[in-house]
Protein backbone atom coordinates (compact mmCIF):
# COMPACT_ATOMS: atom_id res chain seq x y z
CA UNK A 1 0.00 0.00 0.00
CA UNK A 2 2.94 2.32 0.73
CA UNK A 3 4.36 1.48 -2.44
CA UNK A 4 1.58 2.55 -4.74
CA UNK A 5 0.73 5.53 -2.38
CA UNK A 6 4.45 6.81 -2.84
CA UNK A 7 3.98 5.98 -6.59
CA UNK A 8 1.30 8.03 -7.24
CA UNK A 9 2.71 11.38 -5.49
CA UNK A 10 6.07 10.91 -7.78
CA UNK A 11 3.02 10.77 -10.51
CA UNK A 12 1.76 13.46 -9.62
CA UNK A 13 4.71 15.84 -8.91
CA UNK A 14 6.26 14.54 -12.15
CA UNK A 15 2.23 16.04 -14.14
CA UNK A 16 2.78 18.93 -11.80
CA UNK A 17 6.55 19.85 -13.13
CA UNK A 18 5.38 19.25 -16.71
CA UNK A 19 2.79 21.57 -16.64
CA UNK A 20 4.81 24.43 -14.92
CA UNK A 21 7.49 24.09 -17.61
CA UNK A 22 5.01 24.36 -20.09
CA UNK A 23 4.03 27.77 -18.65
CA UNK A 24 7.72 29.19 -18.44
CA UNK A 25 8.96 28.42 -22.10
CA UNK A 26 7.51 31.78 -23.38
CA UNK A 27 8.67 33.67 -20.63
CA UNK A 28 12.02 32.78 -22.09
CA UNK A 29 11.60 32.74 -25.67
CA UNK A 30 10.49 36.51 -24.72
CA UNK A 31 14.12 36.83 -22.83
CA UNK A 32 16.39 36.06 -26.15
CA UNK A 33 13.87 38.08 -28.90
CA UNK A 34 15.50 40.70 -30.86
CA UNK A 35 15.49 44.11 -29.86
CA UNK A 36 14.84 44.05 -26.62
CA UNK A 37 16.47 48.18 -25.85
CA UNK A 38 16.94 51.65 -27.85
CA UNK A 39 19.39 51.11 -31.08
CA UNK A 40 22.18 53.44 -31.65
CA UNK A 41 21.97 54.34 -35.40
CA UNK A 42 25.96 56.51 -35.88
CA UNK A 43 25.78 58.61 -38.83
CA UNK A 44 29.35 60.17 -39.70
CA UNK A 45 28.09 63.36 -40.78
CA UNK A 46 26.79 66.74 -39.16
CA UNK A 47 23.07 66.78 -38.43
CA UNK A 48 20.91 68.70 -41.36
CA UNK A 49 23.04 67.26 -44.37
CA UNK A 50 21.25 63.99 -46.81
CA UNK A 51 22.69 61.40 -44.91
CA UNK A 52 21.28 62.94 -42.17
CA UNK A 53 18.16 63.32 -43.15
CA UNK A 54 17.50 60.22 -44.99
CA UNK A 55 19.19 58.04 -41.79
CA UNK A 56 16.52 59.99 -39.49
CA UNK A 57 13.49 58.77 -41.88
CA UNK A 58 14.90 55.44 -42.14
CA UNK A 59 15.46 55.27 -38.45
CA UNK A 60 11.91 56.23 -37.76
CA UNK A 61 10.37 53.23 -39.93
CA UNK A 62 12.30 51.14 -38.62
CA UNK A 63 11.71 52.24 -35.04
CA UNK A 64 7.73 51.84 -35.90
CA UNK A 65 8.54 47.74 -37.12
CA UNK A 66 10.70 46.65 -34.11
CA UNK A 67 8.75 48.66 -31.63
CA UNK A 68 12.37 49.96 -29.39
CA UNK A 69 13.51 53.55 -29.65
CA UNK A 70 16.19 54.83 -32.63
CA UNK A 71 18.62 57.09 -31.31
CA UNK A 72 20.71 59.35 -33.85
CA UNK A 73 24.66 59.84 -33.09
CA UNK A 74 26.22 62.00 -35.10
CA UNK A 75 29.89 61.64 -34.98
CA UNK A 76 31.83 63.82 -37.26
CA UNK A 77 35.14 64.06 -38.33
CA UNK A 78 37.66 62.76 -40.88
CA UNK A 79 35.62 62.53 -44.13
CA UNK A 80 33.28 59.87 -42.10
CA UNK A 81 36.22 58.09 -40.74
CA UNK A 82 35.61 59.17 -37.03
CA UNK A 83 31.85 57.51 -37.18
CA UNK A 84 32.51 54.49 -39.48
CA UNK A 85 35.42 53.71 -37.01
CA UNK A 86 33.11 53.59 -34.20
CA UNK A 87 31.11 51.39 -35.75
CA UNK A 88 33.57 49.06 -36.71
CA UNK A 89 34.59 48.94 -33.10
CA UNK A 90 31.16 48.81 -31.63
CA UNK A 91 29.73 45.49 -29.76
CA UNK A 92 28.46 43.10 -32.45
CA UNK A 93 25.06 42.69 -30.76
CA UNK A 94 23.23 44.56 -33.30
CA UNK A 95 22.23 47.75 -31.20
CA UNK A 96 24.84 49.76 -32.75
CA UNK A 97 24.28 50.59 -36.76
CA UNK A 98 25.72 53.15 -38.85
CA UNK A 99 24.66 55.28 -42.09
CA UNK A 100 27.56 54.30 -44.81
CA UNK A 101 28.14 56.82 -47.95
CA UNK A 102 29.99 56.12 -51.07
CA UNK A 103 33.28 57.07 -49.52
CA UNK A 104 33.82 54.05 -47.46
CA UNK A 105 34.85 52.47 -50.76
CA UNK A 106 37.13 55.27 -51.42
CA UNK A 107 39.06 56.46 -48.27
CA UNK A 108 41.41 53.35 -48.09
CA UNK A 109 42.30 54.51 -52.19
CA UNK A 110 42.35 58.26 -50.90
CA UNK A 111 44.83 57.03 -48.06
CA UNK A 112 42.67 57.97 -45.78
CA UNK A 113 42.36 55.41 -43.38
CA UNK A 114 42.61 50.74 -43.73
CA UNK A 115 38.65 50.95 -43.35
CA UNK A 116 36.80 49.28 -46.33
CA UNK A 117 33.52 47.98 -47.14
CA UNK A 118 34.96 44.35 -45.80
CA UNK A 119 35.47 45.35 -42.29
CA UNK A 120 31.62 45.63 -41.65
CA UNK A 121 28.58 43.27 -42.44
CA UNK A 122 25.85 44.98 -44.39
CA UNK A 123 22.45 45.12 -43.57
CA UNK A 124 21.39 47.08 -46.99
CA UNK A 125 20.95 49.51 -49.70
CA UNK A 126 18.79 52.98 -48.94
CA UNK A 127 19.92 54.97 -51.91
CA UNK A 128 21.44 56.05 -55.11
CA UNK A 129 22.35 59.66 -56.36
CA UNK A 130 23.92 59.89 -59.59
CA UNK A 131 26.37 62.54 -60.69
CA UNK A 132 25.28 64.27 -63.55
CA UNK A 133 27.10 66.03 -65.73
CA UNK A 134 25.26 69.78 -65.74
CA UNK A 135 26.15 72.89 -67.79
CA UNK A 136 24.65 76.48 -68.28
CA UNK A 137 21.43 76.84 -70.10
CA UNK A 138 22.77 78.95 -72.64
CA UNK A 139 25.83 76.64 -73.20
CA UNK A 140 26.29 75.77 -76.92
CA UNK A 141 25.96 72.31 -76.12
CA UNK A 142 22.55 70.75 -76.04
CA UNK A 143 23.70 66.76 -75.72
CA UNK A 144 26.67 65.16 -74.23
CA UNK A 145 28.03 64.36 -77.59
CA UNK A 146 28.18 68.05 -78.78
CA UNK A 147 29.78 68.57 -75.31
CA UNK A 148 32.57 66.02 -75.98
CA UNK A 149 32.65 67.04 -79.32
CA UNK A 150 33.66 70.29 -78.45
CA UNK A 151 36.01 69.26 -75.48
CA UNK A 152 37.79 66.94 -77.71
CA UNK A 153 38.57 69.69 -80.23
CA UNK A 154 39.21 71.90 -77.15
CA UNK A 155 41.36 70.46 -74.43
CA UNK A 156 41.63 72.18 -70.91
CA UNK A 157 39.09 74.87 -72.23
CA UNK A 158 36.25 73.64 -70.03
CA UNK A 159 36.26 74.45 -66.77
CA UNK A 160 34.41 71.69 -64.67
CA UNK A 161 33.70 72.13 -61.14
CA UNK A 162 33.26 69.89 -58.30
CA UNK A 163 33.00 69.72 -54.46
CA UNK A 164 36.24 69.34 -53.19
CA UNK A 165 39.39 67.71 -54.29
CA UNK A 166 39.38 63.73 -54.06
CA UNK A 167 35.52 64.02 -53.26
CA UNK A 168 33.15 61.79 -55.17
CA UNK A 169 32.32 64.13 -57.46
CA UNK A 170 35.87 65.40 -58.47
CA UNK A 171 36.39 61.77 -59.16
CA UNK A 172 33.02 61.48 -61.24
CA UNK A 173 34.16 64.03 -63.45
CA UNK A 174 38.11 62.18 -63.86
CA UNK A 175 36.40 59.47 -64.61
CA UNK A 176 34.75 60.43 -67.43
CA UNK A 177 37.23 62.37 -68.97
CA UNK A 178 39.23 59.11 -68.57
CA UNK A 179 36.87 56.82 -70.87
CA UNK A 180 35.92 59.43 -73.07
CA UNK A 181 39.38 60.71 -73.70
CA UNK A 182 39.02 63.99 -72.22
CA UNK A 183 40.91 66.69 -70.55
CA UNK A 184 39.16 69.51 -68.03
CA UNK A 185 40.11 72.02 -66.39
CA UNK A 186 39.32 70.75 -62.59
CA UNK A 187 38.29 73.95 -60.19
CA UNK A 188 37.22 72.25 -57.03
CA UNK A 189 34.90 74.29 -54.35
CA UNK A 190 34.35 73.87 -50.81
CA UNK A 191 31.41 71.57 -51.27
CA UNK A 192 28.90 71.35 -54.44
CA UNK A 193 26.79 74.34 -53.54
CA UNK A 194 29.29 76.55 -54.27
CA UNK A 195 30.22 75.03 -57.46
CA UNK A 196 26.63 74.85 -58.90
CA UNK A 197 26.38 78.82 -57.79
CA UNK A 198 29.39 79.19 -59.44
CA UNK A 199 28.11 77.25 -62.90
CA UNK A 200 25.04 79.90 -62.80
CA UNK A 201 27.25 82.79 -62.76
CA UNK A 202 29.18 81.54 -65.50
CA UNK A 203 32.21 81.17 -64.01
CA UNK A 204 32.76 77.71 -64.43
CA UNK A 205 31.68 75.60 -67.83
CA UNK A 206 30.43 72.48 -66.23
CA UNK A 207 29.37 70.54 -62.89
CA UNK A 208 29.78 66.69 -62.50
CA UNK A 209 27.99 66.64 -58.89
CA UNK A 210 24.38 65.07 -57.68
CA UNK A 211 20.82 65.43 -59.30
CA UNK A 212 19.53 66.99 -56.04
CA UNK A 213 22.37 69.71 -56.74
CA UNK A 214 21.41 70.82 -59.42
CA UNK A 215 17.51 70.63 -59.37
CA UNK A 216 16.96 74.28 -58.28
CA UNK A 217 19.20 75.63 -61.15
CA UNK A 218 17.05 73.21 -63.55
CA UNK A 219 14.19 74.31 -62.19
CA UNK A 220 15.02 78.25 -62.93
CA UNK A 221 15.78 77.29 -66.01
CA UNK A 222 19.34 78.54 -65.76
CA UNK A 223 20.92 74.89 -66.19
CA UNK A 224 20.51 72.07 -68.22
CA UNK A 225 21.49 68.35 -67.73
CA UNK A 226 23.05 66.55 -70.57
CA UNK A 227 23.72 62.89 -69.29
CA UNK A 228 23.64 61.36 -65.37
CA UNK A 229 26.42 58.87 -64.57
CA UNK A 230 24.53 55.98 -63.00
CA UNK A 231 23.44 52.49 -64.42
CA UNK A 232 19.76 53.24 -64.75
CA UNK A 233 17.66 56.67 -65.93
CA UNK A 234 17.26 58.95 -62.88
CA UNK A 235 13.39 59.24 -61.73
CA UNK A 236 12.92 62.73 -62.11
CA UNK A 237 15.36 63.35 -65.14
CA UNK A 238 13.53 60.82 -67.45
CA UNK A 239 14.28 61.86 -70.34
CA UNK A 240 18.07 62.31 -69.48
CA UNK A 241 20.19 59.63 -70.96
CA UNK A 242 23.06 57.52 -69.12
CA UNK A 243 26.48 58.28 -70.42
CA UNK A 244 26.42 54.03 -70.40
CA UNK A 245 23.61 54.74 -73.14
CA UNK A 246 25.76 56.64 -74.95
CA UNK A 247 28.40 54.32 -75.44
CA UNK A 248 31.00 55.81 -72.28
CA UNK A 249 31.48 52.53 -69.70
CA UNK A 250 31.36 54.63 -66.48
CA UNK A 251 29.13 54.81 -63.49
CA UNK A 252 29.86 56.68 -60.69
CA UNK A 253 26.94 57.31 -57.94
CA UNK A 254 26.74 58.82 -54.61
CA UNK A 255 24.49 55.87 -52.36
CA UNK A 256 23.82 55.69 -48.58
CA UNK A 257 23.28 52.42 -47.07
CA UNK A 258 23.32 50.88 -43.63
CA UNK A 259 26.01 48.52 -41.93
CA UNK A 260 26.93 46.51 -38.43
CA UNK A 261 30.07 45.25 -36.72
CA UNK A 262 31.63 42.74 -38.60
CA UNK A 263 30.70 39.48 -36.60
CA UNK A 264 27.02 40.24 -35.93
CA UNK A 265 24.95 37.07 -35.18
CA UNK A 266 23.02 35.51 -38.39
CA UNK A 267 19.43 36.17 -36.60
CA UNK A 268 20.15 39.98 -35.37
CA UNK A 269 20.96 40.74 -38.77
CA UNK A 270 17.82 39.49 -40.28
CA UNK A 271 15.56 41.10 -37.89
CA UNK A 272 17.63 44.70 -38.74
CA UNK A 273 17.60 43.45 -42.85
CA UNK A 274 13.57 42.90 -42.57
CA UNK A 275 13.20 46.36 -40.63
CA UNK A 276 15.48 48.29 -43.65
CA UNK A 277 13.84 46.48 -46.21
CA UNK A 278 10.07 47.76 -45.55
CA UNK A 279 11.42 51.29 -44.38
CA UNK A 280 13.39 51.86 -47.75
CA UNK A 281 9.32 50.21 -48.87
CA UNK A 282 7.76 52.68 -47.04
CA UNK A 283 5.39 55.76 -48.44
CA UNK A 284 7.01 57.70 -46.01
CA UNK A 285 10.35 57.52 -47.31
CA UNK A 286 9.48 57.32 -51.08
CA UNK A 287 7.81 60.78 -50.44
CA UNK A 288 11.02 62.02 -48.65
CA UNK A 289 12.90 60.54 -51.17
CA UNK A 290 11.42 62.58 -54.12
CA UNK A 291 10.92 65.28 -52.99
CA UNK A 292 15.21 65.85 -52.70
CA UNK A 293 15.00 63.92 -55.91
CA UNK A 294 16.92 61.32 -54.11
CA UNK A 295 16.44 57.50 -56.01
CA UNK A 296 15.20 54.72 -53.17
CA UNK A 297 17.04 51.95 -54.54
CA UNK A 298 16.91 48.92 -52.07
CA UNK A 299 19.79 46.33 -52.21
CA UNK A 300 19.84 43.11 -49.99
CA UNK A 301 22.33 42.53 -47.70
CA UNK A 302 24.16 39.94 -50.04
CA UNK A 303 23.65 42.41 -53.33
CA UNK A 304 24.88 45.36 -50.97
CA UNK A 305 27.98 43.24 -50.64
CA UNK A 306 28.71 42.77 -53.61
CA UNK A 307 27.99 46.08 -55.04
CA UNK A 308 30.00 47.91 -51.92
CA UNK A 309 32.87 45.07 -53.33
CA UNK A 310 32.68 46.09 -56.71
CA UNK A 311 33.00 49.75 -56.01
CA UNK A 312 35.53 49.50 -54.03
CA UNK A 313 37.76 48.15 -56.78
CA UNK A 314 36.37 50.30 -58.85
CA UNK A 315 38.21 53.08 -56.34
CA UNK A 316 40.78 51.37 -55.72
CA UNK A 317 42.06 51.13 -59.43
CA UNK A 318 41.07 54.73 -60.67
CA UNK A 319 42.00 57.09 -57.72
CA UNK A 320 45.98 56.13 -58.01
CA UNK A 321 45.57 56.70 -61.45
CA UNK A 322 44.47 60.86 -60.29
CA UNK A 323 47.42 62.10 -58.92
CA UNK A 324 46.29 63.75 -56.63
CA UNK A 325 47.24 67.17 -54.94
Request: aromatic fraction near 8%.
Amino acid sequence: MKKIILGLLCLSMIVAAGCGGGQKAPEKAGKDTFPKKEIQLVVPFTAGGASDATSRVIAKAMEDKLKVPFIINNKTGGTGIVGLSFVQSSPKDGYTIGYVPVELTMLKALGLTELEPSKFDMLGRATVIPAAITVHIDAPYNTIEEFVAYAKQNPGKIKIGNSGTGSIWHIAATAFATKAGLKFTDVPFDGAAPAVTALMGKHIDAVAVSTPEVMTGIEAKKLKILAVMSRDRDKKYPNVPTLKEKGFDVEVVGWGGFVVPKGTPDDVKKVLEAALKDAVASDTFKKFADERAYNPSYLSAAEFSQFAEAQYKFYMDLIPKMNLK
